[in-house]
């Protein structure tokens, strides 16, 4: 019995490193400091830093998913990720795809968040309408000696009650937070550091003001905030 546990173990051990190769084979859009297109690269050449310990600056987004009750979704990433492996994280980040539908100003992005909550988190019932896009930050972080980030990362927020069911090979583990355990998570020593950086600012005042949020129509998209190397 112990043998056949270890097998199969080893198993879907394997069978989550083969999904990040072939998600590590995926292209993000690279952009220039405006948030416009330049170019494409592969996802583990976009993170790679190269002599001078930088990567390319490329489009990224990142959800923060309230229940109603305003408890936010968070989770712990899993050890299979190449960036901040098993760092705590807001509900969802990752990279729009290279195609019209997920580059699309404004409503792609949103496309591509809910596409990748759908993967990570086993969400089904979340619409492009359900999120708003409350900010952009430009940021850069290293990881480790090889890899980084270097990203405009869209923060995208949506209210509604899920289901959720985490895919292992992305997320280790979820909670759901309320606004007074936030000074708590803060104090974390393994939080990513663009959480850790919308924690410390934005994040609070976006919790104290979700109605207001979305009641009001999607606005332009918000002015890029310089958050320099984190």
């Not at 489009?59 to 408890?71: G, P, Q």
């Not at 979700?210 to 998209?221: K, S």
Request: one cysteine or more; glycine letters at 4%.
């Amino acid at each position: 019995m112990r043998l056949t546990c270890l097998l199969m173990r080893s198993t879907m051990e394997e069978t989550y490193l083969n999904c990040q190769k072939v998600q590590n084979r995926d292209l993000v859009p690279l952009v220039d400091i405006s948030d416009r297109l330049i170019g494409y690269k592969g996802k583990i050449e976009a993170h790679t830093l190269n002599h001078l310990g930088k990567c390319h600056l490329h489009r990224a987004f990142s959800v923060f998913l309230f229940d109603t009750s305003n408890k936010l979704l968070v989770q712990r990433r899993s050890k299979y990720k190449v960036t901040y492996p098993l760092h705590v994280a807001n509900t969802c980040c990752s990279h729009p795809k290279c195609n019209l539908d997920e580059l699309e100003d404004g409503v792609g992005i949103k496309r591509a968040a809910v596409r990748r909550m759908a993967f990570e988190l086993g969400i089904k019932k979340i619409e492009v309408n359900d999120l708003k896009i409350v900010s952009r930050l430009r940021y850069y972080s290293r990881s480790d000696e090889k890899f980084g980030e270097n990203e405009i990362d869209y923060c995208i927020i949506g209210r509604k009650d899920v289901e959720i069911d985490p895919n292992p090979g992305e997320v280790d583990e979820t909670s759901y937070i309320s606004f007074p355990e936030l000074p708590a998570l803060v104090s974390m020593s393994d939080l990513t550091p663009w959480f850790r950086y919308v924690c410390q600012g934005l994040l609070p005042q976006w919790w104290q003001n979700l109605d207001t949020i979305f009641r009001r129509p999607d606005d332009p998209l918000p002015e890029i905030i310089n958050a320099g190397s984190l």
